[in-house]
Nanobody, 124 residues
Framework: QARLVESGGGSVQAGGSLKLSCVAS????????LGWFRQAPGKEQEGVAV????????TYVDGVKGRFIISQDSAKKTHYLEMNNLKPDDTATYYC?????????????????WGTGTVVTVSS
C-alpha cells in the first residue's frame, strides 16, 4: 500500500523559512497531482499548493502566493513545499497528499492519499 511521509516541520519566528519534504513509497497508477494542504486548530482543511505529477503549472491558495513554492523530484518520488516569509497565520499541521483528476484550486475534492502531517508553528 502506498504511503506518504512528511518531514521538515518545526517552530520558527515570523519572517523565517521552512522546507517540507514528502516521500512516497510509490505512486498509484491514477495519481495525477502532488500537493500540500494544511489544517489549523478549529479550522477546515485548506489546499495550500498543488502541481501535476511529472511537472506542470502550479496552483497556490491566495494567502501563500509569492511566499511558498511547491516542487518535486520525480526520481526520488519526493515533493517539497518551500515556505518563506512565514506568518503566524501559517501555523497549522501540514499534510502532503496525492490526488486524482484536476490539479487546480479545488484539488482537495480528489484526494487519494495523505500523510500523517507535520506541525508548523510560526511565532510573532
Amino acid at each position: 500500500q502506498a504511503r506518504l511521509v512528511e518531514s521538515g516541520g518545526g517552530s520558527v519566528q515570523a519572517g523565517g523559512s521552512l522546507k517540507l519534504s514528502c516521500v512516497a513509497s510509490f505512486y498509484a497508477a491514477n495519481t495525477h497531482c502532488l500537493g500540500w494542504f494544511r489544517q489549523a486548530p478549529g479550522k477546515e482543511q485548506e489546499g495550500v499548493a498543488v502541481m501535476p505529477i511529472g511537472g506542470g503549472p502550479t496552483t497556490y491558495v491566495d494567502g501563500v502566493k509569492g511566499r511558498f513554492i511547491i516542487s518535486q523530484d520525480s526520481a526520488k518520488k519526493t515533493h517539497y513545499l518551500e515556505m518563506n516569509n512565514l506568518k503566524p497565520d501559517d501555523t497549522a499541521t501540514y499534510y502532503c497528499a496525492t490526488a486524482r483528476g484536476y490539479c487546480g484550486s479545488d484539488w482537495l475534492r480528489f484526494l487519494e492519499l495523505w500523510g500523517t502531517g507535520t506541525v508548523v508553528t510560526v511565532s510573532s
